[in-house]
């Protein structure tokens, strides 16, 4: 069976880390909003699980500078 390799299609990949941000940004100020619910150690899961999506957003923009600047050299 003959498998053929799809091509490279990153033109919509800023787009999608765009939209990749705005999930994970809603979802912090979802989990902040329980925070007043939670106690002990959902209060701390909560706030590590926040740090850690803050972590991810970060990594999401310097994905985006990234995508850009090969948008601007061809995705060469």
């Known amino acids: 069976m003959n ?7 990153r033109s919509d990949n800023v ?3 765009e939209d990749m941000i705005q ?3 809603e979802n912090i100020e979802a989990a902040e ?3 007043e619910f939670a106690s ?3 209060r701390n899961a909560i706030k590590e699980k926040n740090q850690r999506r803050q972590e991810s957003i ?3 923009k310097s994905e985006i500078e990234d995508e850009k ?3 601007e050299n061809g995705y060469e």
């Open 3 to 9: 498998h053929k390799q799809n091509p490279d299609d």
């Open 15 to 17: 787009e999608k880390l």
């Open 23 to 25: 999930n994970t940004m």
């Open 33 to 35: 909003e329980t925070l």
């Open 40 to 42: 002990g150690d959902g």
């Open 58 to 60: 970060e990594s999401f």
């Open 69 to 71: 600047q090969a948008r």
